[in-house]
């Protein structure tokens, strides 16, 4: 292909920086512009919730709008006509010179530079100047479009098959409403059990990143698997709550003989008489455990918080139907979870190909 010169992005592009209209101008009903930040940022596009009267910075169709600001810096979506707040910048392509479906792909490819960069400045922050010095090839207008149609149909493909995990995740919800009813309420009326008396909530050692190894036992931590250890500390598949974090109140299920670490609380040796893991598993997800999480600015579980967790407790033959059926529909999730990560290794293989002139 012709891969085309290799430029900044500033010669192609004007790059608007967001400003924050004022609060009492803001509202959710549908007044004015609609109102994007980082917190609306989507898969592809933005989410609208929130709108002004008073837009300070606008961004149009067409745009590639990228969080500038925080722990979210470096995300990329396609540009709805919007105001954009301070966390948000538009990144507006000369249509007669580059694509904006070629620009959002290739921004894509920059996140984590961009990211790398932003944490070196206060706030994490991304300046007008270093998404202006971007380096890129823009090839002719055509060749754009072939690209950018290549990716777009691989992108497609991954967004259906996340469409998919998230519907059987529905359906795992959709069979426990119907067995059991909301925990909270007990509609059928099971005993109650506190969880500290079917379970032995603790807390194991945790490792560095560094520890991790590439082949090895799992290692389960905050946010679920997190890599390879040459040790493991669980023979046994166990239910975990991540006790730190901004994800923390999550349910993970380990497998057998894995690594956990102190980021998450291992509910060791379920009372198997008394209770399945996997009904412990979805009771705890459709109870949520937001009133068991103390602390603000670093929130974390800890087995006192966890003392007054009453769960209600369905006959031991009906939990062992649940997890029948939950075992059928995780087995066809775990075939939708191998295709999505294949396609997300051909998407990135797509990717870098696209841009080094080689698709």
């Known amino acids: 292909m012709n891969s085309g010169s290799r430029s900044t992005l500033g010669e192609f592009v004007e790059i608007v920086m967001g400003q924050a209209p004022p609060g009492a101008d803001c509202n959710t009903q549908g007044r004015g512009h609609i109102f994007v930040k980082a917190g609306e940022f989507d898969?592809?596009?933005?989410?609208?919730?929130?709108?002004?009267?008073?837009?300070?910075?606008?961004?149009?169709?067409?745009?590639?709008?990228?969080?500038?600001?925080?722990?979210?810096?470096?995300?990329?979506?396609?540009?709805?006509?919007?105001?954009?707040?301070?966390?948000?910048?538009?990144?507006?392509?000369?249509?007669?010179?580059?694509?904006?479906?070629?620009?959002?792909?290739?921004?894509?490819?920059?996140?984590?530079?961009?990211?790398?960069?932003?944490?070196?400045?206060?706030?994490?922050?991304?300046?007008?100047e270093m998404l202006q010095g971007i380096v890129l090839s823009v090839p002719p207008l055509p060749e754009q479009r072939r690209i950018a149609e290549i990716?777009?149909?691989?992108?497609?493909?991954?967004?259906?098959?996340?469409?998919?995990?998230?519907?059987?995740?529905?359906?795992?919800?959709?069979?426990?409403?119907?067995?059991?009813?909301?925990?909270?309420?007990?509609?059928?009326?099971?005993?109650?059990?506190?969880?500290?008396?079917?379970?032995?909530?603790?807390?194991?050692?945790?490792?560095?990143?560094?520890?991790?190894?590439?082949?090895?036992?799992?290692?389960?931590?905050?946010?679920?698997l997190i890599g390879n250890y040459t040790e493991y500390n669980h023979v046994e598949p166990t239910v975990l709550i991540t006790c730190r974090g901004a994800t923390c109140g999550a349910i993970n299920v380990s497998?057998?003989?894995?690594?956990?670490?102190?980021?998450?609380?291992?509910?060791?040796?379920?009372?198997?008489?008394?209770?399945?893991?996997?009904?412990?598993?979805?009771?705890?997800?459709?109870?949520?455990?937001?009133?068991?999480?103390?602390?603000?600015?670093?929130?974390?579980?800890?087995?006192?918080?966890l003392e007054h967790v009453k769960l209600p407790l369905p006959p031991l033959l009906l939990q062992s139907a649940f997890a029948h059926r939950v075992t059928s529909v995780e087995k066809v999730t775990s075939q939708h979870r191998v295709s999505l990560l294949e396609l997300d290794a051909l998407f990135s293989s797509l990717q870098h190909r696209a841009f080094r002139g080689e698709l």
């Open 43 to 128: 898969e592809r596009r933005p989410i609208v919730r929130e709108w002004t009267t008073s837009p300070l910075k606008v961004a149009r169709r067409g745009d590639v709008l990228i969080c500038v600001v925080g722990a979210t810096a470096g995300k990329i979506n396609e540009s709805i006509d919007c105001a954009i707040g301070r966390s948000v910048a538009a990144v507006r392509p000369d249509p007669t010179r580059l694509l904006t479906t070629y620009l959002y792909h290739f921004l894509l490819t920059q996140v984590s530079r961009l990211r790398a960069k932003s944490q070196g400045m206060a706030q994490g922050v991304i300046t007008r």
């Open 151 to 224: 990716l777009d149909k691989a992108d497609a493909l991954r967004r259906k098959r996340r469409a998919a995990l998230a519907q059987l995740d529905t359906l795992t919800q959709s069979i426990f409403l119907e067995m059991f009813g909301v925990p909270r309420d007990n509609p059928k009326g099971w005993p109650l059990a506190p969880l500290m008396d079917l379970c032995s909530p603790k807390q194991w050692p945790t490792i560095s990143t560094a520890e991790l190894t590439e082949a090895g036992f799992p290692v389960f931590g905050a946010n679920g």
């Open 255 to 305: 497998p057998p003989k894995c690594y956990v670490t102190g980021n998450a609380m291992a509910l060791d040796n379920p009372d198997s008489e008394r209770i399945t893991i996997e009904y412990l598993a979805a009771v705890l997800r459709m109870r949520s455990m937001a009133d068991t999480i103390s602390g603000t600015a670093q929130p974390q579980i800890t087995r006192q918080n």
